[in-house]
């Protein structure tokens, strides 16, 4: 398999954190719907607990996260502790961004 590159990792990151988000949420909403619960509650609810399924998703697993940490600060690679950071911090920023469209189409804050 090929190794991509960082750039691409980068923006795969923020979308795949985004995707799982939104569609988790949304399709989590669609079954508390057809089970008779509130949907628009249940998307909010839904969307506050899979913000970290989704990093981690979107990072590819935690496994190679501490790997890639073990890497940097045991054999001196800090351009790989880097490089992990600015993707574990782009997969929090597409997380944010479905957690602030759910929040949007929702409007569950306002009654909180």
Known sequence: MKEIGFFPAFIESYFIALGVLLGGSLIGGLASFLTGQ????????LSTLL??????????????????????????????????????????????????????LTQEYLSS
């Not at 989704?54 to 001196?76: N, P, R």
């Open 51 to 104: 913000r970290i399924w989704a990093i981690v998703a979107a990072i590819g697993g935690t496994f190679d996260a501490v790997y890639s940490f073990e890497k940097g600060l045991f054999d001196g690679a800090t351009k790989d502790l880097v490089k992990q950071l600015f993707l574990i911090l782009s997969a929090l920023g597409g997380a944010q961004t479905g957690a602030l469209i759910i929040n949007w």
């Open 38 to 45: 509130p949907l628009l509650t249940a998307v909010y609810r």
